[in-house]
Structure formats: C-alpha cells, structure tokens
C-alpha cells in the first residue's frame, strides 16, 4: 500500500511528535480516525457531559487530565466535543495535536500528504467590557487580539494576520515594550456566517491570564493601570472589543497558520463596567451548544 505522507516528509522524533502507549497523541488521547470534522472547544472538562446528553450515538469518552474528549452523532452529524483547559498555553497543546490527528500518519510519524481541514468552534464564557451589553448575552468574535504572544513563537506569513489592524492596536495601547508583542487575527467568515449570524460580532482580547493581566487588582497591583478603558476604547472594521477571556487569540492564530476554520463564541457572565456578575449561566451554556449543533447538522 502506498504511503499516504509527502515524498521525502520528515520522519518525527518520538520527541517530538509525543505519543502515548496506545499510539494516540499524548496528551488529547485522540487518532485522526476518532475526530470528527466539526470540533466544539469547551474550556470545562464538565460540560462535555452538556454534549454527552445531546448526542444520539456515542462512540467513546476519553479523560486525560483536564482534557476530555466525546465522540458521537447528533441528527446523523459527526462531532467531537473537546474540553481545552484554560489558556492560551493548553491551546498550544490542544490545537498542536487536533492538527497532528488530522493531519500527521501517526505510524509512519509524518505529515499526510492530503490536508484535511477541521471546523473549531469554541464555546466558552467572558467578561464584557461595554456596558451595553448585558449578561447572558452571546457573541461572536470576529476578529481576536492576542495579548498572549503565543504565535510570535511560530514561523508563519505574516500575511495571514491582521497586520494593519494590529498596528492600530499596538498604537492605540502604547504597551510597555516588555509586554508580549500583540497580534491580530480574524475568525472564519464561514463559520460566522452558518453559525453565530445572528450575534452581535464583536473583537475580543485574549489575556494570559484572569487578574493582573485583566485589568483585576486583588493584592498585587497590575503593570497596565487602565487596560479595560483602552480596550474597551478600540475599534477597528466598525467593531468594537467587547469581551475579554483566555483562549481565542491562540485558537484564532493556530487555526489560521495551519489551516483550519474556527470561530468562538462566548456567553457574557461578568460586565467589566457594570460590575455585574453571573454564577448560574449552565442552563444558557446548554441552550448555545444545542443551536450551534443544529446549526452545523
């Protein structure tokens, strides 16, 4: 039988392309033969058990750590529900190996020659930092502002990013030049248009981390003593940013670098202006996973 990698590809080390016992990627536990094209990305391993209950047919259900994954059919449609963990640094593992399940021959430990794209939808909760809009309230990223600098660390053309908008941005903070260079990126058109046409689309910001590096001033004080008021101040294609989490910029960069589609969509449960804050949003969480499965099948 033929080999299915590039002539020539680059044989991994098993440094490098990490596996697990059973041959699976080491940390998500998956094979490119257990995902199915359409990806839903939750931070909390729990709500993967929203989506257990929405399936029709289950194929497994893995556990590593605080990743979880589920595999099944939803009205005939094949999906796999992923829990990510929180931050852009689980992403980086979490985006790194759905890629390599979909796109490396995990025997022959090299790239496949034929390129299978991947559908990422996110759906994750934020804080809003515009007063108008309300808690419990869902939105749709349209562009992501990585205030990570995750995808400084990978080779990648530098056209695939938003480089004029990032520029305004990088002017309209003026950061201290210590902090991680900033990077802008935009979600799948397609993706926006099938799922989240009806939400108001926003620009979101990804912090690397949830206090200081939100803005939040609990016994240490934060370096940026006004970073919600110039986000919040931003605004590029007529959008403003609006909501302000941990994981898209990441999602959005690695999505676009190696050729995926992706999309998040976020419950607002805390207004950064207002101070408003939401424990109980389980019940709403359920309702979007339901109309974005709808929305795809």
Not at 141 to 163: F, R
Not at 172 to 199: E, I, N
Not at 230 to 258: C, H, P, Q
Not at 262 to 276: D, F, M, S, Y
């Amino acid at each position: 039988m033929p080999s299915v990698c590039f002539l020539n590809s680059t044989i991994m080390k098993d440094s490098e392309l990490v596996l697990a016992n059973d041959g699976s990627l080491y940390h998500i536990h998956l094979t490119g033969e257990m995902l199915a094209d359409d990806v839903i990305l939750m931070g909390d391993p729990g709500r993967i058990d929203l989506m257990k209950e929405l399936l029709d047919t289950v194929e497994f259900d893995i556990i590593n750590r605080e990743l979880r994954s589920v595999t099944g059919t939803y009205h005939g449609h094949r999906f796999t529900g992923l829990s990510t963990g929180m931050g852009c640094d689980n992403i980086d593992i979490v985006m790194t190996e759905l890629d390599a399940a979909a796109n490396m021959d995990l025997e022959k430990r090299c790239e496949k020659h034929e390129h299978r794209t991947l559908n990422l939808i996110r759906l994750g909760s934020c804080g809003s930092l515009q007063a108008e809009i309300e808690v419990g309230t869902l939105v749709a990223s349209k562009y992501a502002l990585g205030l990570d600098g995750l995808i400084n660390y990978y080779d990648h053309d530098p056209a695939l990013l938003e480089q004029a908008m990032n520029q305004k941005f990088i002017d309209h903070m003026q950061f201290d030049p210590k902090l991680a260079q900033p990077y802008a990126v935009k979600g799948s058109r397609q993706l926006l248009d099938t799922v989240a046409f009806d939400m108001p689309k926003v620009i979101t910001a990804t912090a690397p981390g949830f206090y200081g590096p939100q803005g939040r001033n609990i016994r240490i004080a934060p370096s940026v003593k006004d970073l919600n008021e110039r986000l919040a101040s931003f605004e590029w294609d007529g959008t403003k940013v609006v909501n302000l989490e941990m994981e898209t910029s990441a999602i959005y960069g690695l999505s676009r670098i190696m050729g995926h589609n992706a999309l998040t969509i976020c419950q607002v449960i805390a207004n950064r202006a207002t101070g408003k804050f939401i424990n109980e949003y389980h019940e709403k969480m359920s309702e979007a996973l339901t109309m974005i499965m709808d929305r795809l099948s």
